[in-house]
Structure formats: C-alpha cells, structure tokens
C-alpha cells in the first residue's frame, strides 16, 4: 500500500512546466511515474489488513527515522531512535517530532496506542530519492522526499503532511476502506482531518482559530497558494499559473465523476472534508474533542464497509454522534447539518 499527499493531477501540471521550472518539471515526472504502478501493487495487495478498533494496552512510543541518502530504498539508515537527541538535519528531526505529535494526539484525544491501538512502532525515512517530490504511507512506515526546490519544499515541513500519511496508517488498522471511488475519498477525507486535528492539537488551537489547511509551507515563495488542501474552504488551497487551481469541490454539486487517481480521491474528498470542518465550526471549541471524536468513533466501531459510500460514512457519524451524544443531542444535530449543507443526505 502507498497512499501519496501530492495526486498526480498537480504532478501532471508541474510536470509540464519546462522550461521554467526544470528542476520541478524532471522530479514531478518522476514522482508521476511511479504513482500507477504502484498503485497497482496496492490493488493485487488486496486492500488493508489488521485489527480493528483499539485496546487497551500499556502506551509505549517507539520512533525511529531512517535516511534513504537520496536513494529510492528502503527503509534507508537508521538516524534517529527513541530518546535519542536531534541529529541537526531538519528532516530527521521534524519526523521525529512529527511521530511524536501524532501519536500523543491520538493517545490524549482518543487514548488510542499508536496507530493499531497496540502501540504499533512509529517509523520514517526521509530524503527518500533525489529532489522527490512526494510524502506516502507505504504500508507500515511514512516516507519523505526532499521537495524539488523549485515548487516544493521538503515534506516534513508541514506536520499535517506527516500526520496525514500517518492518518493512512489508522485508517489501515481501523477500517477496510478500499482506495477507490468514494470510499478512497473518505480515507483520503479522514488522513486530512486527523492531519489538521493533530496540528489544532498540538498548537492547542479552537476551530475558529485554525487554518484548517493541509500541507501549509509545503510550496516555495514561487507558488501562488497557501498548501495542498483546504477544509474550510475546498477549491482555495491554490490558485497558480504552473500548478492551475485548486480542483476540489466543498459540496456534491461539484462532485467529480473520473477513473483517474482511483476515482478522484484527492478532488472529492472536499466534501467530507468540508463537512467535518462544518460539523466542527458549528461546535466550536477543540475540533478534536466533539466532532473528532465523533468521526473516530464512526472509524473505529461502526464497521464501516470496503466500498463505504458518502451517504453511508455520514450515517455511520450520526449513529456514533447518537450513541455517544443521544438522539437529538446538540452533537448529533451538527453531524446532521454539516451533511445536508454539502448535499450528501444521510
Ligand atoms: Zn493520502
């Protein structure tokens, strides 16, 4: 399995850049490449495997971050071990951080182990291939290439970025989502919204005081646009002359019907997106206390389907939100609304 942040519809465009931007355009070619056969793998792979839900087991942190020496192999060196003090190489040390954050999010929001509940081992590589131009879930560790320089910077600049692709992780352990359609839009939906939760979590952030972006810093000064991703506003991430705009839609008017990046999986996850942020914003407070808590419970306990449609996900958050809110409960009532104003009817 590999789930990467950047889809291949943003590579497409960088890729076309020469000659203006030349370092860009090679390493987007490169990094386009490599999406669909790998891809491939993922689907002969069959899907994801592991225990669902978690349990309690003695929280125990274990990371550990390699160096692929700009070599595309893995898992690299190991560089840094649990406990063990920076290295001074910014890549070690913000994955390093980045595990941390991540896990101590899920454990005092959630009191969720690591990413399987048991107290799964957290592990990274970094400067992964030469000017890469990606971030991805390989199936048991998160991978970070350098950025090309010229549109993209180094990936674990961005902790939702780290946190997203560890997102990939708990949505494996937790659930069966295909990678596919709708229910690869809600993985990609739910690695974006713990991603920005874990940032709101460590910044100690209320939800109207979030950015609610994904990937912020991610892009150089050349770029016109602010990150790879917005929740509260879908289609505004980015609006520039080499990358085009932001394609996602924040309601299912804009709802994209494609076969290309499994069915559109980084455009239409948009709208549950912007149906988390709705949901949250409606709340106020801590994002990942209520609403957070309501779409973790729907991940973890309500036996989500493989082929889990927008609809069905969005039952599954006002049956959580009513198990643990009640019926008719000021909770329930902003899961309910926050679907109806993106037009998925639960
Ligand atoms: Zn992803």
């Given at each position: 399995m590999k789930c990467a942040i950047v889809p291949p519809y943003v590579l497409a465009?960088i890729a076309?850049?020469?000659?203006?931007?030349?370092?860009?355009a090679d390493a987007a070619r490169r990094a386009l490449s490599e999406l669909e056969p790998l891809n491939r793998a993922r689907r002969e792979a069959g899907g994801s495997?592991?225990?669902?839900?978690?349990?309690?087991?003695?929280?125990?942190?274990?990371?550990?971050?390699?160096?692929a020496?700009?070599r595309e192999e893995l898992p690299?060196?190991?560089?840094?071990?649990?406990?063990?003090?920076?290295?001074?190489?910014?890549?070690?040390?913000?994955?390093?951080?980045?595990?941390?954050?991540?896990?101590?999010?899920?454990?005092?929001?959630?009191?969720?182990?690591?990413?399987?509940?048991?107290?799964?081992?957290?592990?990274?590589t970094?400067?992964y291939g030469r000017e890469y131009d990606n971030a991805f879930w390989e199936g048991s560790r998160v991978v970070f290439g350098?950025?090309?320089?010229?549109?993209?910077?180094?990936f674990?600049?961005?902790?939702?970025?780290?946190?997203?692709e560890?997102?990939h992780?708990?949505?494996q352990?937790?659930?069966?989502?295909d990678y596919q359609d709708?229910?690869g839009?809600?993985n990609e939906?739910?690695?974006?919204?713990?991603?920005?939760?874990?940032?709101?979590?460590?910044?100690?952030?209320?939800?109207?005081?979030?950015?609610?972006?994904?990937?912020?810093?991610?892009?150089?000064?050349?770029?016109?646009?602010?990150?790879?991703?917005?929740?509260?506003?879908?289609?505004?991430?980015?609006?520039?002359?080499?990358?085009?705009?932001?394609?996602?839609?924040?309601?299912?008017?804009?709802?994209?019907?494609t076969s290309s990046d499994h069915g559109g999986v980084h455009?239409?996850?948009?709208?549950?997106?912007?149906?988390?942020?709705?949901?949250?914003?409606?709340?106020?407070?801590?994002?990942?206390?209520?609403?957070?808590?309501?779409?973790?419970?729907?991940?973890?306990?309500?036996?989500?389907?493989?082929?889990?449609?927008?609809?069905?996900?969005?039952?599954?958050?006002?049956?959580?939100?009513?198990?643990?809110?009640?019926?008719?409960?000021?909770?329930?009532?902003?899961?309910?609304?926050?679907?109806?104003?993106?037009?998925?009817?639960?």
């Amino acid at each position: 399995m590999k789930c990467a942040i950047v889809p291949p519809y943003v590579l497409a465009r960088i890729a076309e850049a020469h000659p203006r931007l030349p370092v860009a355009a090679d390493a987007a070619r490169r990094a386009l490449s490599e999406l669909e056969p790998l891809n491939r793998a993922r689907r002969e792979a069959g899907g994801s495997a592991g225990p669902r839900g978690g349990t309690a087991v003695a929280a125990t942190l274990r990371r550990r971050v390699s160096d692929a020496g700009g070599r595309e192999e893995l898992p690299g060196v190991p560089v840094r071990g649990e406990g063990h003090p920076p290295t001074g190489d910014p890549a070690v040390d913000e994955a390093y951080d980045g595990l941390g954050a991540f896990y101590s999010f899920l454990e005092a929001a959630y009191g969720r182990s690591s990413l399987d509940g048991a107290g799964f081992g957290l592990d990274a590589t970094v400067h992964y291939g030469r000017e890469y131009d990606n971030a991805f879930w390989e199936g048991s560790r998160v991978v970070f290439g350098d950025g090309d320089g010229e549109v993209f910077n180094r990936f674990t600049v961005s902790l939702t970025v780290i946190a997203h692709e560890l997102g990939h992780g708990l949505v494996q352990f937790a659930s069966p989502l295909d990678y596919q359609d709708q229910a690869g839009a809600l993985n990609e939906s739910l690695c974006d919204v713990f991603g920005v939760l874990a940032e709101q979590y460590v910044r100690r952030q209320a939800a109207d005081d979030a950015a609610w972006l994904v990937g912020a810093g991610l892009f150089t000064p050349e770029v016109s646009g602010t990150a790879l991703r917005s929740l509260k506003a879908p289609g505004t991430a980015y609006d520039d002359d080499v990358l085009g705009r932001d394609p996602q839609p924040a309601t299912m008017a804009g709802y994209v019907q494609t076969s290309s990046d499994h069915g559109g999986v980084h455009i239409n996850s948009g709208i549950p997106n912007h149906a988390f942020y709705l949901a949250a914003a409606r709340l106020g407070g801590f994002a990942w206390e209520r609403a957070g808590q309501i779409w973790y419970d729907a991940l973890t306990e309500q036996q989500l389907p493989r082929d889990c449609t927008f609809p069905a996900f969005a039952a599954a958050t006002v049956a959580a939100a009513e198990k643990r809110y009640g019926v008719g409960a000021v909770e329930t009532s902003a899961v309910q609304a926050a679907w109806e104003a993106v037009n998925v009817m639960v």
